[in-house]
Nanobody, 126 residues
Framework: QLQLVESGGGLVQPGGSLRLSCAAS????????IGWFRQAPGKAREGVSC????????VYVGSVKGRFTISRDNAKNTVYLQMSSLKPEDTAIYYC???????????????????WGQGTQVTVSS
């Protein structure tokens, strides 16, 4: 059974850093594009970043460019989201998602992904 489990969330001060992990089980990540999404209270879920299965090409939403970095470690079957220079507006539940796509691109839209984790809370506050 395909499963994604996020971890690494928590409370951090503005300007701080966190690294989120998305561990996959029941399948290997090699042929999957992986995305990170977030949902703040009272807002719709939005795409944050994604990484393709071919070439590890990455895409970021404008608000996190230069601050967040997505990466994958296929040996550990895990994808990471390194978040730096965190702002209060980054506060949200962060979800990872997967889709089998042997493609050099990815699309940070919910419809592109068909498997989702349960989320991890990130709170940026002083």
């Amino acid at each position: 059974q395909l499963q994604l489990v996020e971890s690494g969330g928590g409370l951090v001060q503005p300007g701080g850093s966190l690294r989120l992990s998305c561990a996959a089980s029941g399948f290997t990540l090699d042929d999957y594009a992986i995305g990170w999404f977030r949902q703040a209270p009272g807002k719709a879920r939005e795409g944050v970043s994604c990484i393709s299965s071919v070439g590890d090409n990455t895409v970021y939403v404008g608000s996190v460019k230069g601050r967040f970095t997505i990466s994958r470690d296929n040996a550990k079957n895990t994808v990471y989201l390194q978040m730096s220079s965190l702002k209060p507006e980054d506060t949200a539940i962060y979800y990872c998602a997967a889709t089998m796509a042997r493609w050099e691109h990815c699309i940070i839209r919910e419809a592109f992904f068909n498997s989702w984790g349960q989320g991890t809370q990130v709170t940026v506050s002083s």
